[in-house]
């Protein structure tokens, strides 16, 4: 939903902040990347592709990235403090969001209405995972002589737009 939604708006050039790909959720959030660029016809660039999961390394990355041939004009964050510290570098670079980039986080944490400009994110729905997470858990310990398959559950998520993306200028 995030990368197509920065495609929509205008976005050729996306940017993704991912995490580790050892853990699930990385290589979930960068296979939903990578599926977005190319059902939507865009090829996909490896360079622009990051393992980029927090704060500061995303300010670090996004001024060197902003100052480089290979700018991007959207990003895609693993989640939502990585955004914000892009959103930081950029601000930092007097350069506007969403008028010369836009970008998505994903958590939907009270953190991401408080940034200015307000933080287009994916809502993830914590409540209810950890809801499911907590059956599991007695489902589990109910039996506790079978031996247990790893499981995984996924869970719907929801595009929350705010001003962080827009129609990019001239598109």
């Not at 290589?27 to 990578?34: A, F």
């Not at 247990?148 to 993306?165: A, C, G, N, S, Y």
Request: aromatic share 6%; proline share 3%.
């Amino acid at each position: 939903k995030a990368v197509d939604h920065l495609i929509k708006t205008g976005c050729k050039r996306i940017a993704h902040y991912g995490t580790s790909q050892h853990l699930l959720i990385g290589r979930n959030r960068q296979n939903g990347y990578l599926h977005a660029l190319y059902k939507n016809g865009i090829a996909i660039d490896d360079s622009l592709i990051f393992k980029c999961d927090d704060y500061d390394e995303a300010w670090f990355l996004t001024e060197k990235l902003m100052k480089s041939d290979n700018k991007p004009d959207g990003i895609f964050a693993v989640n939502d403090m990585t955004a914000i510290g892009a959103l930081q570098a950029i601000r930092n670079m007097k350069l506007k969001v969403p008028d010369d980039i836009s970008i998505v986080g994903f958590t939907n944490g009270k953190i991401s209405t408080l940034t200015e400009p307000p933080l287009t994110t994916v809502e993830q729905h914590g409540y209810e995972m950890g809801q499911i997470a907590v059956r599991m858990l007695l489902n589990r310990l109910e039996k506790d002589n079978e031996d247990h398959e790893p499981e995984t559950r996924v869970i719907k998520t929801d595009l929350i737009v705010r001003e962080t993306t827009r129609k990019l200028k001239g598109k």
